[in-house]
């Protein structure tokens, strides 16, 4: 043999034996080692037994483990299906299945659980992005410019006016969005015409960014103006007598939507305080609002029981537990010591509602909600903290108004008990301590009215002006009626004709003041000039004056609380007729005492379109009683 045929036959070798390192087992005997390895599990006896019989090469190792991952993967592969949100608290606490059953599930009740119910869907409220005004791109030649030029550009707004719209959360059609901007640029200025009033103006709007009920409340104002609008409008074209409330017999879609808020609102009163418990500060922002409905309505009564409850929440409010004086002295003690706060705005508010029908001629009975301010303190109370009420002469209007507010209740609920008893003088009272707080009271009257005649000499603006000016008729109704009030046939009020006279003719000229804001709406949550007309027109027995009266209050076209100058003006034509002046041959004849008669009582009959009022003689009759007289007014709506 050739040494080239053993070269050849030695290669040969060499290449087989590679081969059969590479390759130790066949094709089919690999095919029925991985059918093998996937059938038993991993620890088992025959496994074991074929892995003792495999080579222990650490290459076949891998491909053999490997080929098996993915044959286990295979074979264990679950199935998809979407993830389930739903169910009871329990369940999803417990990372269960959930059958959904109501009122409760079925694993809740196969484990003898209370089932704790189904929260609410969690829905994400997509984000608000502010608007960006997209401006064109300036040339490089622009960018070159004089001072002017850029001052110019620096001072110019190109961003549209947006007006201030709740947008937490609350859908607003476009109705919606009329009655808020109604009640923004036009009744918030309205309800305060004559004194600047934040909670009007600022803390009302801010609420109603975030309180529901306060939102509502606003809309169902802003829808009832709209209404009342609508209803000045139709009757200055047809020629018809103003009217300051839209009758409940005919009802538009301004009106309804009023009515649709106005219950929205007081239900989520109502779920707030059942979720949350009582917010004194909010709640007491809600009850003014409702208060402010009610009184544009003419719903009277509703609005007392609303002025009611306000105090009462009041109360809690400024209850600490260990100051057992009245909320009138805790709140003059506040005025004195510490500065104002949104609630203390309020209060002075619920004071100026709960003297409405005092300045009118029945100030006792159930329209004395001032009397709540006034409580009985606790004999507990220290001595020190019930000095008697003082102020020194005021600087300013705010600081005028503030004492008159004070003032005022505290005489409110005087007139209030010698009205009472004059019309029930079988009861006990005590004379000498009545004309005790007479003289007191005409003194502190007499001290703020200097004080009011001094910021005559101050410079102000007309708005401040006109409220200084309805605080100083107000101040002057008020000295007549606590200097005649003990006298119970009323002749007193004669010696007062020029105070009655004066007061009539200031009215009059107080009506031609220019004013900021134009009247749309007519309806005004101050006492302005309208009480004082009622007041004169009952105590004044002057035929004269009271035709005056009725004169300017037939002008005027506007409601002020609860009382509206047409409804006034009927009642003093039904007293002057009832006394004998409706035409009288002398027009300076005075009533003598045993033919006058006081306003008692006024009731409202939407449905019938009349108003109830009723009078009562001064003097008793032979047998000791007090006559009545009602008189029944029909109002034309």
């Given at each position: ?16 034996l590679?081969?059969?390192q590479?390759?130790?087992f066949?094709q089919?005997?690999k ?11 991993r ?7 074929q892995?003792s019989t ?9 491909c053999a ?7 286990l993967?295979?074979t ?14 329990n369940?999803?606490?417990r990372h ?15 484990l ?5 119910g ?7 409220a997509?984000a608000?992005?502010?608007e960006r ?7 490089l ?24 719209m709740?947008?937490f959360?609350f859908?607003l059609n476009?109705d ?13 200025h ?7 009033s934040t909670f009007?103006?600022q803390t009302?709007?801010r ?5 529901r009920?306060?939102h ?15 209803l ?10 103003p ?18 808020h ?8 109502r779920s ?9 500060r ?16 003419g ?21 600490t ?5 009245s909320?009138l002295?805790?709140q003059?003690?506040r ?13 002075n ?9 005092a ?5 006792h ?6 009397i ?5 303190e606790?004999?507990?109370v220290d ?8 102020f020194?002469?005021?600087?300013t ?5 503030e004492i008159w507010?004070y003032l ?17 003088p079988?009861?006990d ?9 007479q003289?007191v009271?005409l003194?502190l ?19 401040e002006?006109k409220?200084l ?9 008020a000295?007549?009626?606590i200097s ?14 020029p ?10 000229l ?19 000039r309208?009480p004082?007309?009622?007041?004169v ?18 002008a005027?076209?506007w ?8 409804s ?7 007293l002057?007729?009832l006394?004998?002046?409706?035409e009288?041959?002398?027009v300076?004849?005075m009533?003598p ?18 108003m109830?009022?009723e ?7 032979e047998?000791?009683?007090f006559?009545?007289?009602s ?7």
């Amino acid at each position: 043999m050739s040494a080239r045929a053993r070269r050849a036959i030695k290669r040969y070798d060499s290449r087989a034996l590679v081969d059969t390192q590479a390759a130790p087992f066949p094709q089919q005997d690999k095919q029925l080692l991985s059918l093998s390895v996937g059938k038993p599990r991993r620890n088992s006896p025959s496994n074991r037994s074929q892995r003792s019989t495999l080579t222990s090469d650490s290459s076949d190792k891998g491909c053999a483990s490997d080929e098996r991952s993915n044959e286990l993967k295979q074979t264990r592969k679950r199935a998809s299906k979407p993830k389930v949100r739903t169910g009871c608290i329990n369940c999803k606490r417990r990372h269960v299945k959930c059958d959904e059953g109501k009122p409760s599930c079925a694993e809740c009740e196969r484990l003898g659980l209370m089932c704790e119910g189904y929260a609410p869907p969690k829905t994400k409220a997509p984000a608000s992005r502010p608007e960006r005004l997209l401006l064109p791109k300036p040339k490089l030649g622009s960018l070159v410019a004089d001072s002017s030029t850029k001052a110019t550009l620096r001072s110019a707004d190109y961003r549209p006016r947006v007006p201030l719209m709740p947008n937490f959360g609350f859908e607003l059609n476009e109705d919606d969005m009329w009655y808020f901007t109604l009640f923004r640029d036009q009744i918030s200025h309205e309800l305060s015409p004559y004194y600047r009033s934040t909670f009007w103006s600022q803390t009302s709007l801010r609420d109603s960014m975030v309180n529901r009920c306060v939102h509502h409340s606003i809309l169902s104002i802003g829808a009832y103006g709209r209404a009342l609008m609508d209803l000045r409008n139709d009757y200055s074209i047809n020629g018809k007598v103003p009217r300051t409330w839209w009758p409940q017999t005919s009802l538009n879609r301004h009106h309804q939507a009023a009515l649709m808020h106005h219950a929205k609102a007081l239900s989520h009163l109502r779920s707030n305080i059942g979720l949350y418990g009582l917010d004194g500060r909010l709640t007491m922002a809600a009850t003014l609002l409702f208060i402010v409905f009610e009184n544009m309505q003419g719903n009277y009564h509703t609005s007392g029981s609303l002025i009611r409850s306000g105090i009462k929440v009041l109360t809690n409010i400024r209850d600490t537990g260990t100051d057992n004086r009245s909320i009138l002295r805790r709140q003059w003690h506040r005025y004195l010591t510490t500065p104002r706060d949104e609630v203390d705005e309020m209060t002075n508010m619920f004071a100026r509602h709960s003297i409405t029908s005092a300045c009118l001629p029945f100030a006792h009975g159930k329209y004395a909600y001032h009397i709540l301010f006034t409580e009985e303190e606790s004999s507990d109370v220290d001595p020190s903290l019930t000095d008697p009420f003082t102020f020194t002469i005021p600087q300013t209007l705010e600081q005028a108004r503030e004492i008159w507010d004070y003032l005022m209740v505290q005489l409110a609920n005087f007139q209030s008990k010698v009205a009472w008893h004059n019309l029930n003088p079988e009861y006990d009272f005590d004379d000498s301590t009545a004309y005790r707080e007479q003289a007191v009271y005409l003194a502190l009257l007499n001290d703020l009215g200097v004080g009011l005649d001094s910021l005559l000499f101050t410079s102000m603006d007309m708005r401040e002006s006109k409220g200084l000016e309805l605080l100083r008729l107000h101040h002057k109704v008020a000295v007549v009626a606590i200097s005649c009030c003990l006298d119970p046939t009323e002749m007193v009020y004669d010696e007062y004709l020029p105070y009655f006279e004066d007061v009539v003719e200031r009215c009059r000229l107080f009506m031609n003041f220019s004013t900021d804001v134009s009247v749309k709406v007519g309806f005004t949550n101050d006492a302005g000039r309208l009480p004082l007309l009622g007041f004169v027109g009952a105590k004044c027995r002057s035929a004269r004056v009271r035709s005056d009266v009725v004169e300017l209050l037939r002008a005027s076209d506007w409601r002020e609380g609860p009382w509206d100058s047409w409804s006034l003006a009927n009642v003093v034509s039904s007293l002057m007729k009832l006394e004998g002046q409706l035409e009288p041959s002398d027009v300076e004849h005075m009533v003598p005492a045993k033919e006058r008669y006081v306003w008692s009582n006024v009731f409202w009959d939407f449905e019938k379109q009349q108003m109830h009022a009723e009078f009562t003689k001064l003097l008793p009759n032979e047998s000791g009683e007090f006559e009545k007289a009602s008189c029944v007014i029909l109002e034309e709506f």
